[in-house]
C-alpha cells in the first residue's frame, strides 16, 4: 500500500513568487491535513480537507491556501512568498471519522520550501 | 485552546538502556486522544503509539509506553532497551475527539548512543 506522496520534495522560491505543493494520500483516506514544520514555531496546523471542503483552518495568513480534488488528492499553495515561508510542508492523511483517533495521521516525507 | 509542553529539547541514552521523554498539555475537555510521533532524518513522521483518554491502562507497543496520568495532564513515553535507529525527534501530540486539529508540542530530540 503506497504511502502518502508529497512532490516535489524540494524547492527553491524567489520572494513575491507563488508556489503551489501536492499530496496524494493514502488510497481510501478522505481527510488530509497540511502542517508546516519550522524550528522557530514546531508544527503548525495550516488546515484540513475533507471531500473538496475545508473543514479545519489554523492561523495562517489568506496567502496560504488550499485544495482538494475529488480523488482525495490535494495541494495547497502559497501566493507572495516571503523569506518566512521557508519550512518544511507536511501532508497528512486519515481515514475520516474514529480513524484518525484509531490510527493517527500518515505523514507525508514533506516539501522542504526555502525562499530565498 | 489546547497547549502541549515537552520540557526536554535534548535527551541522550546509551544503547539498551531505558529513557522517558516527558509531555505536558492544557486542556478542559474530557474526551481526547494523545499520540507520540517519531521523526527521523528522513523526515517522515511515524507514530509510535497512541492513548485513548477515557482508558485508564497505559498503552503499550513492544519497547514502547507511556505513562498516562489523566488528572496531572501528562503523557511520558518511555522507551526499553535503547536501539541506535530510535535517535530521532520525538513529538507528543494531542487531539480532541471528533476533532482533526493535531496539536504538536516542540518535540525532543533524541540521541541513541552506541
Known amino acids: 500500500k503506497a504511502g502518502v506522496t508529497q512532490t516535489p520534495r524540494y524547492l527553491i522560491k524567489t520572494r513575491g513568487q507563488q508556489v503551489t505543493l501536492s499530496c496524494s494520500p493514502i488510497?481510501?483516506?478522505?481527510?488530509v491535513s497540511w502542517y508546516q514544520q519550522t524550528p522557530g514555531q514546531g508544527l503548525q496546523f495550516l488546515f484540513e480537507?475533507?471531500?473538496?471542503?475545508?473543514?479545519n483552518k489554523g492561523n495562517f495568513p489568506g496567502r496560504f491556501s488550499g485544495r482538494q480534488f475529488s480523488n482525495s488528492r490535494s495541494e495547497m499553495n502559497v501566493s507572495t512568498l516571503e523569506l518566512g515561508d521557508s519550512a518544511l510542508y507536511l501532508c497528512?492523511?486519515?481515514?475520516?471519522?474514529?480513524?484518525?483517533?484509531?490510527?493517527?495521521?500518515?505523514f507525508g516525507s514533506g516539501t522542504r520550501l526555502t525562499v530565498v | 485552546a489546547q497547549t502541549v509542553t515537552q520540557s526536554q529539547p535534548e535527551m541522550s541514552v546509551q544503547e539498551a538502556e531505558t529513557v522517558t521523554l516527558s509531555c505536558t498539555y492544557d486542556?478542559?475537555?474530557?474526551?481526547?486522544?494523545l499520540f507520540w510521533y517519531k521523526q527521523p532524518p528522513s523526515r517522515q513522521m511515524i507514530l509510535v503509539i497512541r492513548?485513548?483518554?477515557?482508558?485508564?491502562q497505559n498503552a503499550t507497543e513492544n519497547r514502547f509506553s507511556v505513562n498516562f496520568q489523566k488528572a496531572a495532564k501528562s503523557f511520558s513515553l518511555k522507551i526499553s532497551d535503547s536501539q541506535l535507529g530510535d535517535t530521532a525527534m520525538y513529538f507528543c501530540?494531542?487531539?480532541?475527539?471528533?476533532?482533526?486539529?493535531?496539536?504538536f508540542g516542540a518535540g525532543t530530540r533524541l540521541t541513541v548512543k552506541p
Open positions: 492513548q485513548e483518554a477515557y482508558k485508564q
Open positions: 501530540a494531542f487531539m480532541k475527539h471528533l476533532n482533526n486539529d493535531m496539536r
Open positions: 486542556t478542559s475537555e474530557s474526551n481526547y486522544y
Open positions: 488510497s481510501g483516506h478522505r481527510s
Open positions: 480537507y475533507f471531500s473538496e471542503t475545508q473543514r
Open positions: 497528512a492523511s486519515s481515514p475520516d471519522g474514529q480513524g484518525l483517533a484509531n490510527y493517527g495521521y500518515t
